[in-house]
């Protein structure tokens, strides 16, 4: 591919990622490679080149004969999502704890100034941020293989958020991110990793990941068939 193709094809790609991580693309949602090409101006070509990125990020999935789709996880997958965001973003903590850049915290410290200045303001840019700031912390780390998996559940998170989550409040995560900077900077690698569970155990509770109890209604209507014979 042509380098003026590929930065086309990245300009698309982060287009399309930015639309379904900030909601406005939905989960389900088709994707036509001629309508998003005419909508950006380039190519179907350039577009399914984008398209098979995101597919690869588990954002996107395609069907046979029916083209692409936003992706739509499983409660069991994003569960497993989950588990393995956790166990990822621990040893991102561990690693900063032990050596952490120059120009970290300051870099970190910007972030959160950007996610307080729009905390209550604008939903879908807080939650974009909120994301960023956990791939920030990986790639801080300096390790490339670690930041890009990191990068990938975070934004599978954001996508299992914006299809099973209740509400979204950033003045919690906001905080909590302050609370993470502070505990690395102390060298606090027990706390840092106990704020770093709650603050994703909260993420992971507001999307209602575990099945829901059936209702007294449904339970008993079973019951009632009985009755009715």
């Known amino acids: 591919m042509s380098d003026s193709k590929n930065t086309l094809t990245n300009a698309v790609h ?3 990622r930015r639309a379904i991580i900030e909601q406005a693309l939905k989960p389900g949602m088709r994707l036509p490679e001629d309508t998003v090409g005419e ?64 120009s970290g915290y300051d870099r970190l410290e910007a972030h959160v100034h950007s996610e307080q200045s729009v905390r209550g303001k604008d939903g879908p840019v807080s939650i974009r941020l909120a994301g960023e700031f956990h791939v920030l912390l990986a790639e ?35 905080d909590e991110h302050s609370q993470i900077i502070d505990a690395i900077r102390n060298g606090d690698e027990d706390r840092a990793i106990d704020i770093m569970g709650h603050h ?16 007294i209604q449904s339970i008993l209507s079973h019951y009632g068939k009985e009755l009715a014979q």
């Open 39 to 102: 909508q950006f101006g380039v190519s179907r070509t350039i577009v399914r080149h984008a398209l098979v990125r995101l597919e690869n990020e588990g954002l996107v999935v395609t069907r046979r004969n029916r083209g692409a789709f936003v992706a739509e996880p499983t409660r069991e997958e994003a569960q497993h999502v989950f588990e393995v965001r956790r166990c990822l973003e621990n040893e991102v903590i561990r690693i900063l704890c032990d050596r952490m850049p120059g």
């Open 140 to 174: 801080l780390t300096g390790n490339d293989v670690l930041a890009r998996y990191v990068c990938e559940v975070v934004l599978r998170c954001s996508l299992i958020m914006s299809l099973y989550a209740r509400n979204h409040s950033s003045d919690c995560a906001v």
């Open 200 to 215: 994703l155990g909260a993420v992971a509770g507001r999307a209602e990941l575990a099945p829901k109890p059936e209702s």
């Open 14 to 16: 982060d287009l399309l």
